[in-house]
């Protein structure tokens, strides 16, 4: 069976914290809220709706912080095989064209050379 993408994610936070660096996930999404009515049926009505954003923005990576330089850290954890969104690619450009450390990893091996 696969590795779990969440499994992957846990020891990159590990490895990266052994190194200097502190990495926090970044959970992003979008969520309703309202006036909330529980429907006979189970279902549940949400009138005057809100959408609520969760995260930095629409394609931020897996896990952001700094390394033990200061510089910040921007890591887009995928399964072996795994590709970022057009979205995932392009906040990892900005991080990169702004100084910071951005990529795509998929596993914890590659961390010593991208974090120093």
Same mark, same amino acid.
């Given at each position: 069976? =696969?590795e779990l %993408? =969440?499994?992957?994610m846990?020891?990159i936070m590990i490895?990266a $914290? %052994? /190194?200097? =660096?502190r990495v926090f996930r @970044? @959970?992003t999404?979008q969520?309703?809220?309202? %006036? &909330?009515?529980q429907l =006979?049926?189970?279902?549940? /009505?949400?009138? @005057?709706p809100r959408p +609520?954003?969760?995260? /930095?923005?629409k #394609? $931020?990576s897996d *896990?952001?912080?700094? @390394?033990?330089?200061g510089?910040? &850290?921007a /890591?887009e954890v995928?399964?072996?095989g #795994?590709r970022?969104t057009?979205?995932? #690619?392009l906040f990892? $450009?900005?991080v990169?064209?702004? #100084?910071?450390?951005?990529s &795509? &990893?998929?596993?914890?091996? +590659? *961390?010593p050379? *991208? *974090?120093?």
């Open positions: 069976m =696969a %993408e =969440a499994d992957i846990r020891r490895r $914290s %052994e /190194l200097g =660096a @970044n @959970n999404g969520a309703w809220q309202g %006036e &909330v009515t =006979a049926n189970g279902d549940v /009505l949400i009138r @005057n +609520v954003r969760m995260g /930095l923005c #394609g $931020s *896990l952001i912080g700094w @390394n033990k330089a510089r910040f &850290v /890591l995928k399964r072996p #795994g970022p057009p979205d995932q #690619g990892i $450009s900005v990169r064209g702004s #100084g910071g450390i951005g &795509v &990893v998929h596993s914890d091996s +590659v *961390l050379d *991208l *974090l120093d």
